[in-house]
């Protein structure tokens, strides 16, 4: 199982990013994806999450409004549109994969088994 996390990048504050997610080694379809981050002394945090039919997706609180997870399953690639950026949002990008996991947890990184490299996202004011 591979997930690469790719562009991430320096961008000023109300500008934009597009994180991708490629998948492989696995039947990508089946698969919630997921991405956290992650800023230097804080705890992983959950951004969003998209389940394998791309029919539900969650968001957190901080990113809700600004940030549109989607997949395409014929690319077995999950993206990350990050509009209206802000200097919070500096941290490091992960993706994460799993199977089977209830709605409630869609955030909570030990529901996930299956993590790719980070990418980081620096956000200036």
């Known amino acids: 199982v591979q997930l690469q996390a790719s562009g991430g990048g320096l961008v000023q504050a109300g500008g934009s990013l597009r994180l991708s997610c490629a998948a492989s080694?696995?039947?990508?379809?089946?698969?919630?994806i997921a991405w956290f981050r992650q800023a230097p002394g804080k705890e992983r945090e959950g951004v969003s999450s998209?389940?394998?039919?791309?029919?539900?997706?969650v968001y957190g609180d901080s990113v809700k409004g600004r940030f549109t997870i989607s997949r395409d399953n014929a690319k077995d690639t999950v993206y990350l549109q990050m509009n209206s950026l802000k200097p919070e949002d500096t941290a490091v990008y992960y993706c994460?994969?799993?199977?089977?996991?209830?709605?409630?947890?869609?955030?909570?990184?030990?529901?996930?088994?299956?993590w790719g490299q980070g990418t980081q996202v620096t956000v200036s004011s």
């Open positions: 080694g696995f039947r990508f379809r089946d698969y919630t």
């Open positions: 994460a994969a799993s199977k089977n996991i209830i709605l409630s947890s869609l955030l909570r990184y030990p529901s996930y088994a299956y």
């Open positions: 998209i389940r394998s039919s791309g029919g539900t997706t």
